[in-house]
T-cell receptor
Framework: GAVVSQHPSRVICKSGTSVKIECRSL??????MFWYRQFPKQSLMLMAT?????????EQGVEKDKFLINHASLTLSTLTVTSAHPEDSSFYIC?????????????FGPGTRLTVT | GQNIDQPTEMTATEGAIVQINCTYQ??????LFWYQQHAGEAPTFLSY????GLEEKGRFSSFLSRSKGYSYLLLKELQMKDSASYLC??????????FGQGTTLQVKP
């Protein structure tokens, strides 16, 4: 089956530093990857849509200069949280859509727990 | 606009049946998803409905009425491990998923 990995699974960083989160499709090629954020006891909120070789499309209210997304290959997208603050502490989840699969199907990664101290 | 509504919490008894409802409004509707999410984990796919009617998969079934903007997830023969959050998500014409706030289901002995 289609597997998506994320690295790291957990990260703790100090306020003001930057953190990079990787999302990889392990056994398929993904033209599109999505980045979500989930606060405790809340649902997933789409942050941005990442397309290989082009700029990411950000949802309203998401700062593109703070959440840098790079989708350099068909199997890797990265999310960099720049100048992190405690309010950025959250569960970040990516998903990937397979090139040859149904347009509706997304495979989710296991998530990355970010804590900013 | 896009809006997904579902109850915040539900409680049911082991062995029973529970129905989790979801109403939606999405631009250019392209399907309705249900996901299960245990605390601290990523969502796992349960079902996808694009046509009206009931889709059955073992203990789980999902229903869709496009004209009413309504869906439900039916869980039969509840087990303790079914305690989780259940997320309803609509797919619009952009292909993006818009999630509801999730329903936390607690299964009691």
């Amino acid at each position: 089956g289609a597997v998506v990995s994320q690295h790291p699974s957990r990260v703790i960083c100090k306020s003001g530093t930057s953190v990079k989160i990787e999302c990889r499709s392990l056994d398929f090629q993904a033209t599109t990857m999505f980045w979500y954020r989930q606060f405790p006891k809340q649902s997933l909120m789409l942050m941005a849509t990442s397309n290989e070789g082009s700029k990411a499309t950000y949802e309203q209210g998401v700062e593109k200069d703070k959440f840098l997304i790079n989708h350099a290959s068909l199997t890797l997208s990265t999310l960099t949280v720049t100048s992190a603050h405690p309010e950025d502490s959250s569960f970040y989840i990516c998903s990937a859509r397979e090139i040859s699969g149904p347009s509706y199907e997304q495979y989710f990664g296991p998530g990355t727990r970010l804590t900013v101290t | 606009g896009q809006n997904i509504d579902q109850p915040t919490e539900m409680t049911a008894t082991e062995g029973a049946i529970v129905q989790i409802n979801c109403t939606y409004q999405t631009s250019g509707f392209n399907g309705l998803f249900w996901y299960q999410q245990h605390a601290g984990e990523a969502p796992t796919f349960l079902s996808y409905n694009v046509l009206d009617g009931l889709e059955e998969k073992g203990r789980f079934s999902s229903f869709l009425s496009r004209s009413k903007g309504y869906s439900y997830l039916l869980l039969k023969e509840l087990q303790m491990k079914d305690s989780a959050s259940y997320l309803c998500a609509g797919s619009g014409n952009t292909g993006k998923l818009i999630f509801g706030q999730g329903t936390t289901l607690q299964v009691k002995p």
